[in-house]
């Protein structure tokens, strides 16, 4: 059974800096590319980082480029989000997601439960 | 950036009956779509990859079809736990995108 336990998130000041983590269980995870996606309070999902199952290659959505790295320890199954620079807009639940693939650019077919991240002074 | 749009936005029916939830695509995304359902306090589960294939587990009162820009998920007889919020997402142009939702509520 395919399990992700995201973990790290907390309150921060603005400007700060946190670091995620996701442990994966039931899966050979450098076979596949992970990613983070964040929901705001009451909002909708925005897709925010994606790394292939190698860590070769990664993609940042707009919102985060320059402030977010995603990265992954293979050998110890977990996934990384280092945010740094962070604001009140960052504010979210951020889940990490398994891909049906090793690209980065598959389906998210199993997610986390989440972590919750509050930007605030 | 493929903006998606997802109609309604609310959709009050009761159980039994059936839903057709749409998600449209500023441009062309192939078949790369994707269907989430999303109850309150839950991550997001997989409904619906590439359009059209029910991902593992997903009962079959679940359907998606389209390809291009239009979309549609199905569900062919509420239960009572199908009632959540549904979210289309693109996977065919980086960034990948989500629609808002549509929110299936009890009439």
């Known amino acids: 059974e395919v399990h992700l336990l995201e973990s790290g998130g907390g309150l921060v000041q603005p400007g700060g800096s946190l670091r995620l983590s996701c442990a994966a269980s039931?899966?050979?995870?450098?076979?596949?590319?992970m990613s983070w996606v964040r929901q705001a309070p009451g909002k909708g999902l925005e897709w925010v980082s994606v790394i292939s199952g190698s860590g070769g290659s990664t993609y940042n959505a707009d919102s985060v480029k320059g402030r977010f790295t995603i990265s992954r320890d293979n050998s110890k199954n977990t996934l990384y989000l280092q945010m740094n620079s962070l604001r009140a807009e960052d504010t979210a639940v951020y889940y990490c997601?398994?891909?049906?693939?090793?690209?980065?650019?598959?389906?998210?077919?199993?997610w986390g439960q989440g972590t919750l991240v509050t930007v605030s002074s | 950036e493929v903006v998606l749009t997802q109609s309604p936005a609310t959709l009050s029916l009761s159980p039994g009956e059936r839903a057709t939830l749409s998600c449209r695509a500023s441009?062309?995304?192939?078949?790369?779509l994707a269907w989430y359902q999303q109850k309150p306090g839950q991550a997001p589960r997989l409904l619906i990859y590439?359009?059209?294939n029910r991902a593992t587990g997903i009962p079959a009162r679940f359907s998606g079809s389209g390809s291009g820009t239009d979309f549609t998920l199905t569900i062919s007889s509420l239960e009572p736990e199908d009632f959540a919020v549904y979210y289309c997402q693109q996977r065919s142009i980086w960034p990948e995108t989500f629609g808002p939702g549509t929110k299936v509520d009890i009439k």
């Open positions: 441009q062309s995304v192939s078949n790369y």
């Open positions: 590439d359009a059209s």
């Open positions: 039931g899966i050979t995870f450098s076979s596949y590319g």
């Open positions: 997601a398994k891909l049906d693939d090793s690209s980065g650019w598959g389906t998210a077919d199993y």
